[in-house]
């Protein structure tokens, strides 16, 4: 009578331990999905671009032992040119997601937002305290095993265009990479300031500034990297099914990080409209590699896709 419950406790702060170091792993990955491109040019470029020293190097044979590489200082170039672009990218985006909400036109969801939060705020407890205890570990575990899901889709889809030269999937990827990194910005910095205490915590009442800076329970980190990856990929394959998958995987984090008694109602959905948030302004912003407007099918971007190439190899 006595064994069993601590069995099953202890399996559960394994499993947790185990979803806190994969968390940290994937954060790790996505994070450095948008690397990939410049380290690619970096190959490219090393192997196209002439160098001045290639035909002293040839006539002579002597090659100075101690002399750097030409293509490995273009692509230490490259790949620096690359990360600086990518921080540039990235300090854009959080600029723009602190200045939206103060925007005029931006005045009525600030108060559907701060409005539906309010409510779920207060009615937190009831409905978390609903949830039978023996649903947490389960829960925990297909939180986890959605949010892998949704991540690896991400990736999946960006080496498949690594592979097939599809540049459409390579942005997507490194698309849904930007909006992950976005997303962990805010919800880190917000889970910092309001520092609200986790549920079945303290006295189990989800106090705001509790203290409880490094791991606050407002917002959900999950249900915020799902949302904004999922909404990303979304956006960029205008398909039902494509967004019926990603969004099914959002709903299914949100609802689960509430039934493993790890947030409260208004964590996720707090969570999860940012999240929403944020991807759906990385797949529609202006970019360097796609200035297409999302709304174009394939069969009319194929022209201003074709145009877009022979002006970059003309330059």
């Known amino acids: 009578m006595i064994i069993a419950p601590l069995v099953s406790r202890s399996r559960c702060a394994t499993s947790e ?34 160098l001045p020293i290639a035909p002293v190097l040839a006539a002579s044979d002597a090659v100075l032992p101690d002399a750097p590489s030409a293509s490995r200082v273009v692509q230490s170039n490259s790949f620096a040119g690359g990360l600086g672009s990518a921080a540039k990218t990235i300090g854009s985006d959080e600029l723009y997601f602190l200045k939206w909400p103060f925007k005029k036109s931006s005045i009525k969801w600030d108060v559907l937002f701060l409005g539906a939060t309010g409510v779920l705020i207060a009615n937190d407890e009831s409905v978390l305290y609903q949830v039978p ?51 962990a910005i805010l919800f880190g910095a917000a889970k910092a300031i309001f520092a609200r205490q986790r549920p079945l915590t303290g006295e189990g009442e989800g106090k705001f500034f509790s203290g409880n800076w490094a791991h606050g329970s407002f917002p959900s980190g999950h249900a915020t990297l799902t949302w904004a990856v999922a909404s990303t990929v979304a956006h960029e394959y205008h398909s039902p099914w494509v967004a019926i998958a990603m969004y099914g995987l959002g709903i299914t984090v949100s609802t689960s990080r509430v039934t493993a008694g790890q947030h409260f109602p ?20 202006p970019g360097a590699t796609n200035s297409l407007s999302p709304s174009k099918s394939m069969i009319r971007r194929l022209p201003d896709a074709i145009l877009e190439h022979v002006s970059i190899r003309g330059q």
């Open 17 to 50: 331990l185990s979803a806190a170091l994969w968390w940290k792993a994937r954060t790790i990955i996505l994070a450095l999905i948008p690397l990939l491109p410049s380290w690619a040019i970096a190959q490219t470029t090393s192997v196209t671009v002439p």
């Open 133 to 183: 205890a023996s649903w947490h570990c389960a829960s925990n575990t297909l939180s986890n095993a959605a949010l892998g899901t949704t991540a690896g889709t991400a990736a999946a889809i960006f080496v498949s265009g690594l592979v097939t030269g599809d540049d459409h999937a390579k942005e997507t990827g490194i698309r849904s990479a930007e909006a992950a990194v976005d997303s």
């Open 266 to 285: 208004a964590d996720v959905f707090a969570g999860s409209v940012l999240g929403y948030g944020v991807g759906t302004y990385v797949a529609h912003k």
